[in-house]
Each structure stands twice: as C-alpha cells, then as structure tokens.
C-alpha cells in the first residue's frame, strides 16, 4: 500500500476537502461486492401502548398484558430471526417513563433470555443543530441504545414502573411511578445479514455454529482475507511519512517539522469493507468538523457474552439499527473496537479525517468517538481491548496534533451536563459520561482512563 499523505491541515479547517486518499476509500471502491454478505433486514413493530390490553398495534405482536413485576408485557408472534433489538419512537425529545426490559429467545435452544434494560437515555446521537437532522430519511428519532442478543426467534418486551421515593411524594409509603412508552413506539428486531464462508451459510449472531461433522473445517473468512478489508499498521517512520506533515501543522508552534511530529503508530485498522457494510444505506456525502481534539470513549452493545469472530456482524447490526431504525446517516461511533483489541473503522470519510460522528450528544464537533463492545460497569476491560485504545488514541489525536496525555477545550452544542455555548475542558481521552449525564462508558472502564492516556502519550513519544 503507498504511503501517500492524507489532505492537510490547512484544508481540513477551510473545509476544502481534496480527493479521498488511502483511508478513506470511494464509496464505490468500498462496498463489499464479494457476495459474501447476504443482506439483512429489520422488522418493525408497533408497539401500541401497555394500558391498551386489548391490541399491541402489530399483527406480529401478541396483547399487552400484566407481568409478574408489576408491568405490562407483550410478546412477538412469529417473526424472523433476528440478532440485535431495540425501540424507537416519533420524539427525540421524549424519554420511555419507567424500565424498558426484553427477554429474546435463543433460536437453536429456544430457552429464554433473562430480562435485559435497554438504555432509554438520549445519551449518544446526532446534537440538534447537526446535518443529521436534514437527512433524506428525515429527522432523526428517539431509540433506546441497541443491545445485541444473539440468534434469537422470539421476544418479550414489557415496561415495569419505576417505584418512587416516599421522600419524592410526600407519602409514608413507597409508591409506584408510571410505566408509558412515547408516542409512536417501535419495536426494532434486527438481522445484521449472513456471512457466507467456503459453503456455509452463517445464521444472524451465529458464525461459528454448523460447520461439517467431518473433515478439517473451512476456513476462518476474516476481514484479512478479504481483498482491502484492513489498514496495515506502519512503524513510526511509516506513519509520520504519512501523516507527519499534516501533525506538524496542526500544532501551535510553526517550528515543528514532519519528523518531529508526536504521533502514534497507525494501529492496524479493519475498514468498513472488512466487516462488510452495505454502503449503499448510509447517505452518500460526508461530514466532517474541524481538527479532531478529543476522543470520547463508549461502551456499546450492552453485552460481553459475544465472541471475536461475530463482532462484524454485531457491527453491522449497530449500523441498521442507527441508520434504518433511528435515521442517522452512518453509524454513530467513529470507531470500535473488540474485546480482542481488534480496531474498527465506524462512520465512513476516512479513518485520519475528522468525520463528524453521533457518539457524544453536544460535542460531536471536533472529537472522534470510540465504542468498546461490551459492557464494563463491574467487569474490568479485556488489556488487548484497554491497549487498542491507547494505540487507536496516540495515533488518531497524533495526526491532529494533540497531546494525547493532556488537555483540550471544546464547546457544548448542548445536552444534559453542559449548556450550549459553554467552554469545557476535558482529557484528550475522555469518557461519554464527562460530556453527558451517562454511565456509559461503565465505571471500570473510566477507571482505566487515565493509564489509557498515560500509555498513549507515551506512544507519542511525550
């Protein structure tokens, strides 16, 4: 692969953009084309309302009625199979009011989940003044944060009440609050597409299962093994032929050279071609901000149970959930990454460029956001996973030159912790929840932020 130089600075932040170079492949050039990933699909139900007992608002949904938590619950009928779930509704604005829970049943087993929350906070997504909102598909809409549940054939949903505080009502006992979904409530049931390997057909969630009884299994078809699914890694003198110009000039002093630039070496990347995004879903231009200064760092997925092989397919199902259920124009987070410490390309536009995500509601301007699969809030990130970060980090802030182990200061566009307008200073490598009133990205993983810094500004060589 020739180490050609990526656009510069100066033209990033005159919004002149120049012709896409080595990372951020033509849309043509970029989508799959093998016939190795058959389609998905996603299943949209309407939910109704749970004080309608008599009716769910789907064919495919049996009625609403009580739960032995207090709630009400509704089941599917016969749907498809499907690997990802989650439920949108018409206002943005608008919050579920009490515990939104599903319970999936596994396909091949057909033994039920236990009861899962989905995330109903705002937390992550396009800020209001974005392009997103002026998307072909139209505005972007409310939607819980998708929780992949495997190869499953039916569900469960139901909305338990949050019990309220005597202290809250006045009262000498504890009552129950109400259970109300928004107003045009969707059940999103997501199938991310098949991988189809040497004569295996792969069922949604599910790429290790039915291989021949006999014989040496077929082999592994890896993002690696498809032609342009992944970013080398360079060596440091590689990654600052490539990218030292463009570091040089994006900090402060005028005296620094290419050679002198405090980047990190590129970290091997598996671009969206890799895990196999149609991109003809996502809309066809770019956005972009000015230089990336910081990095907010995300959990997603909301479980760990998953395996490395089926993260592309998680991928993608993340991707149709953001842009086919809550009418984003590309997935939200600029990168992820496995709990094997393999890296993601995410939105597309080009992984050095300073593409304009939907991670960090009010600060997806000039930062770049990182999705950890799993959950990590009393579990301790993998290390492979936790030195990606630090390696993904020193590279990407390096190119932009910041100090990836220092401090930075961004304007809120607005959001729950922020007002707009306000000047705040964070971390080059931040958590969600120092932009916005979140637990995410877990609180083991917070923890480990400040090592994460630490290790990628030693990788810049500060």
């Known amino acids: 692969m020739p180490l050609a130089p990526t656009e510069s600075a100066d033209s990033m932040l005159s919004d002149k953009h120049s012709t896409p170079s080595e990372d951020a492949v033509p849309p043509a050039a970029r989508a799959p084309g093998s016939g190795r990933i058959v389609p998905g699909h996603t299943q949209s139900l309407p939910l109704g309302t749970p004080a309608d007992s008599t009716r769910s608002g789907d064919k495919l949904l049996s009625a609403w009625e009580d739960d032995p938590s207090g709630g009400r619950r509704v089941v599917s009928r016969k749907v498809k199979p499907f ?23 596994d396909a091949d087993t057909r033994r039920w989940s236990d009861w899962r929350s989905l995330n109903t906070r705002s937390d992550h997504g396009p800020g209001p003044d974005s392009k997103e909102g002026s998307t072909a598909r139209g505005k972007p809409l409310g939607a819980t944060a998708p929780l992949w549940v495997g190869n499953s ?3 469960r949903v139901r909305i338990v009440p949050t019990p309220v505080s005597p202290k809250t009502t006045g009262s000498s006992q504890r009552q129950v609050g109400k259970a109300e979904l928004p107003a045009g409530a969707r059940l999103e049931l997501v199938d991310p597409g098949a991988e189809v390997g040497t004569g295996e057909t792969r069922k949604p969630g599910d790429v290790q299962r039915h291989r021949p009884q006999t014989g040496k299994p077929p082999r592994e078809d890896g993002p690696a093994d498809r032609p342009g699914g992944t970013l080398p890694a360079l060596t440091r003198a590689q990654t600052n032929a490539t990218y030292g110009d463009d570091a040089a000039k994006a900090t402060p002093s005028r005296s620094d050279r290419a050679e002198d630039a405090h980047i990190g070496p590129r970290p091997e990347i598996i671009t969206r071609k890799g895990w196999g995004a149609d991109e003809s879903m996502r809309e066809a231009d770019f956005s972009y901000t000015g230089p990336t200064k910081a990095a907010f760092v995300h959990h997603s997925a909301e479980t760990n149970g998953y395996s490395c092989a089926e993260v592309p397919s998680i991928i993608r199902g ?36 300073p593409v304009m995500g939907a991670h960090t509601f009010g600060f997806n301007e000039d930062s770049t956001g990182i999705a950890l699969l799993g959950t990590y809030s009393k579990t301790d990130a993998p290390k492979a996973a936790t030195d990606a970060l630090s390696k993904l980090t020193a590279w990407k802030l390096g190119v932009h030159g910041v100090d990836a182990s220092g401090k930075v200061t961004l304007t809120s566009g607005g959001g729950s912790k922020h007002r707009k307008g306000t000047r705040v200073v964070f971390n080059a490598v ?16 917070y923890n480990e932020l400040p090592a994460i810094r630490t290790e990628a500004g030693r990788l810049q060589g500060r």
């Open 153 to 155: 054939s039916a569900l």
């Open 430 to 445: 931040s958590g969600h929840r120092d932009g916005f009133s979140t637990e995410c990205p877990g609180e083991r993983l």
């Open 318 to 353: 993340i991707y149709r959930y953001h842009v086919k259920s809550s009418r984003w124009r590309d997935i939200g987070y600029n990168f992820l990454v496995d709990k094997c410490g393999k890296i993601y390309e995410g939105r597309a536009g080009g992984v050095a460029k």
């Open 83 to 105: 690997a990802l779930v989650g439920v949108v509704w018409d206002d943005p604005r608008a919050i579920p009011r009490g515990r939104l829970q599903v319970q999936a049943r």
